[in-house]
């Protein structure tokens, strides 16, 4: 298995391209995404969104038309990407798959779990393989994403903390922000942040 990193945009927003059994999967590719990962790629199969938002969905409609894969994308947000709804000017894409929460989905022999955190938008997940979440804008290090967004939701954000708090195996987290950290290393914050969070409501 190999990693590859890059931020991408005004927000530095982590593209990831995981590399697995000579097979690409590109994961949530920003504003101008799209060079980078065709320069870093060699054989891709699929486009994962971690949610919906504009800085994670940007070079979905470009890179599908140039690789010709298919886009998953959480069922629940799959609106974000065809109608803006942060009105950034996000080029329309339309997921070929919606993932259900919590769905299991194979691609191509490489199992993966889209594991479903509500709260920063509605859809908000982290793809797991084996013992590596990319966690998306739900977990940062030392922090959490954003529950004040059109679509967000802090009750169901403080729902999602809890059950990651009780999660006993350890992950390595490559965030969607950020440097990576691990869930062993962030379960000790989610008390304060599901305080910070019901303080806000």
């Not at 799209?34 to 470009?62: C, K, M, Q, R, Y």
């Not at 942060?86 to 989905?105: A, F, H, M, R, W």
């Amino acid at each position: 298995m190999d990693i590859k990193m890059q931020p991408m945009g005004v927000y530095q927003t982590n593209c990831y391209i995981l590399t697995v059994d000579n097979q690409d999967i590109i994961i949530d590719p920003g504003v101008d995404a799209t060079s980078w990962v065709i320069e870093n790629t060699t054989n891709p199969i699929a486009i994962l969104n971690t949610h919906g938002h504009f800085d994670h969905v940007w070079s979905n409609a470009e890179l599908k038309k140039y690789f010709d894969i298919p886009i998953y994308a959480p069922k629940d947000d799959a609106f974000m990407l065809s109608n803006d709804p942060l009105n950034q000017g996000t080029p329309k894409s339309t997921p070929d798959y919606l993932v259900n929460g919590d769905e299991i989905i194979n691609l191509n022999g490489i199992e993966l779990k889209f594991r479903h955190f509500a709260g920063h938008t509605e859809g908000c997940s982290i793809i797991e393989i084996g013992d590596i979440w990319f966690s998306g804008d739900f977990l940062f290090k030392s922090s959490i994403g954003r529950w004040d967004f059109p679509a967000s939701d802090g009750k169901k954000m403080i729902e999602s903390l809890k059950k990651a708090q009780k999660i006993k195996e350890n992950y390595t987290i490559y965030c969607g922000h950020g440097e990576s950290t691990t869930l062993r290393e962030e379960q000790q914050f989610m008390p304060y942040w599901a305080e910070q969070v019901r303080a806000s409501l």
